[in-house]
């Protein structure tokens, strides 16, 4: 059973905020929400994650509701170097075994 | 800077060959992860490591096998490769009991089996 559902693609104009939905519905208290993307041609790379506060670093913000039942990811001012596929992953802190990454979102940022 | 190094981008193998893909991790990670990349299926986990000699199955583990004899390296093995595992490889790492939890990716291999 698929834990995150996201939209397949998306797009985004140079210098605007990019806002990547992501639904959890079934996310279990010890699940933390974690974000990777991945240009083409390169592996994935990891961008941020939370439990249940907003988080922010120096590539985004994680928004994350308060249900935790849904989260947004926001790239504050998209370049063009940021189109990629964006995955959100559920998973329990410490569980190898649990690192899924689903379909993802493409993002595309357009001049 | 951590890195993750996959021993070939690109490889093309006949049907019924033996094909090892080597992955090599500087940073001292316990967790070595093999994950294949297909169009509109995303990631999925092949197998993993949590230690030297250890193995655990992931999500499609047929028609594979791994070895991790080193800390540092841990092989992808196909027995006898067939045409349906033409497809992206890619390799991961992580610390055991990182709080951060997070995968350090290498560029990946390309396999095509002909």
């Known amino acids: 059973d698929a834990k995150t559902t996201q939209p397949t693609s998306m797009d985004c104009a140079e210098g605007r905020a990019a806002n990547l939905p992501c639904n959890h519905s079934t996310i279990s208290g010890n699940e933390y929400v974690y974000w990777y993307r991945q240009i083409h041609s390169q592996g994935p790379q990891y961008i941020i994650h939370g439990l249940k506060n907003n988080e922010t670093n120096e590539m985004a913000s994680l928004i994350i509701t308060e249900d935790r039942k849904s989260s947004t990811l926001i790239l504050p001012h998209a370049t063009l170097r940021d189109t990629a596929v964006y995955y959100c992953i559920v998973r329990v802190a410490h569980n190898n075994n649990d690192m899924r990454f689903g379909a993802g979102t493409r993002l595309t940022v357009k001049p | 800077d951590v890195k993750v190094t996959q021993s070939s981008r690109y490889l093309v193998k006949r049907t019924g060959e033996k094909v090892f893909l080597e992955c090599v991790q500087d940073m001292d990670h316990e967790n070595m992860f093999w994950y294949r990349q297909d169009p509109g299926l995303g990631l999925r986990l092949i197998y993993f490591s949590y230690d030297v000699k250890m193995k655990e199955k992931g999500d499609i583990p047929e028609g594979y096998s791994v070895s991790r004899e080193k800390k540092e390296r841990f092989s992808l093995i196909l027995e006898s490769a067939s045409t349906n595992q033409t497809s992206m490889y890619l390799c991961?790492?992580?610390?055991?009991?990182?709080?951060?939890?997070?995968?350090?990716f290498g560029e990946g291999s390309r396999l095509t089996v002909l």
């Open positions: 991961a790492s992580s610390f055991n009991w990182d709080n951060v939890g997070e995968l350090f």
